[in-house]
């Protein structure tokens, strides 16, 4: 008899399980900033009502700004963001004002408190995966740079790579401050024995966003460095939107690399044995925006035809990315059907 946690283990250990390891995830903006416990209510409620095989928690999105004042209204969401009042970063000079943090200052003291309700919550086993965002990923929001849309034109003209090219040395320190404070999180989470960080990397590695020579200069080291500190948890590194580059990530120290196939300019899953190092699990496998579409039939069919296309080779089942709000139960039903097949 598999347990979720074994399914999980024998994936990463390059192995074939009874099926692959499945789990989707989504925002409950509702109840997402009022405290823990509303939230962590939802997320168990998701994940004992569908049964998943793991658990990625979805925190609200805004939580790093608010940890250096930024500010948002949370009656006046933009899809899934809080409206930004205030971003903590508007010029250079703002740059100083990111010093490094407690590892449970404000907002990560709540996350830490919710991760451990939702252990505590758990109780069949499932390994869970807090959401983690990069360094990079970070500055960008603190600059109050929308993130990167998944399949829409990246734009290179916003404040953060405007601060990489005029003021280098100041960015470089922001985000070496922003690495130590994530440290120090992680090493919180880690104490309390978090199974694994679900690892932001956006749409930095887009091929129209950062040059490759900027990605290796202000993204890499600083992933690096936070990624030599999770190294006691699983690390499933996560790529969105076109022409991301996931081969960028293919010989990280990190355990899962999940990308969205389903993407203009990105390879197939299945394409994984040919350039993804043999010690990370691929991950992904349906396209998220099939979901909150009444498409319940054509999510079971793409469920099937990538479970077909991935028989011999270990991975994990999940959405190419965050599913939308609206998204329908009988949707996610034929989804665990015919991963269940």
Not at 76 to 96: F, M, Q, R, S, T
Not at 283 to 295: I, N, P, T, Y
Request: charged share 25%.
């Amino acid at each position: 008899m598999w347990t979720k946690k074994d399914r999980v283990l024998a994936v990463l250990n390059g192995e074939l399980a009874d099926r692959p390891p499945v789990s989707a995830w989504r925002h409950f903006v509702d109840k997402e900033h009022s405290g823990s416990a509303l939230f962590v209510e939802a997320m168990l409620d998701w994940h004992h009502t569908y049964d998943w095989d793991y658990v990625k928690l979805q925190p609200r999105a805004s939580y790093y700004e608010e940890a250096w004042g930024g500010v948002f209204d949370f009656d006046n969401y933009e899809g899934v963001l809080p409206k930004c009042v205030k971003g903590p970063i508007g010029c250079a000079e703002d740059l100083e004002k990111i010093t490094v943090l407690p590892g449970d200052h404000g907002p990560f003291a709540e996350q830490i408190e919710t991760v451990k309700a939702i252990q505590e919550g758990v109780t069949d086993g499932a390994p869970i995966f807090q959401t983690m965002m990069c360094p990079t990923s970070i500055l960008q929001k603190l600059c109050a740079v929308n993130p990167i849309g998944r399949y829409r034109a990246a734009s290179r003209d916003d404040l953060m790579v405007t601060l990489m090219h005029e003021q280098p040395d100041l960015v470089h320190r922001t985000l070496k401050n922003i690495t130590d404070t994530m440290a120090a999180y992680s090493q919180k989470m880690i104490d309390n024995g978090l199974f694994g960080v679900f690892y932001g990397a956006t749409g930095l590695s887009r091929s129209t966003y950062l040059t490759k020579e900027e990605w290796e200069e202000f993204v890499k080291p600083y992933d690096l460095m936070l990624m030599e500190v999770l190294k006691p948890c699983k690390i499933m590194v996560h790529a969105c939107g076109l022409e991301v580059n996931p081969e960028y990530f293919a010989h990280y120290p990190i355990d899962i690399l999940h990308w969205p196939e389903s993407a203009t300019g990105n390879p197939s899953l299945d394409s994984a044995p040919l350039w993804l190092d043999k010690s990370i699990t691929p991950m992904g496998g349906c396209d998220e925006r099939l979901f909150g579409q009444h498409k319940a039939e054509e999510i079971g069919a793409a469920t099937r035809h990538t479970l077909k296309r991935m028989k011999e080779i270990p991975f994990i089942l999940a959405p190419d990315c965050s599913l939308a709000l609206n998204t329908y139960d009988d949707e996610l039903r034929a989804f665990i059907a015919a991963a269940h097949e």
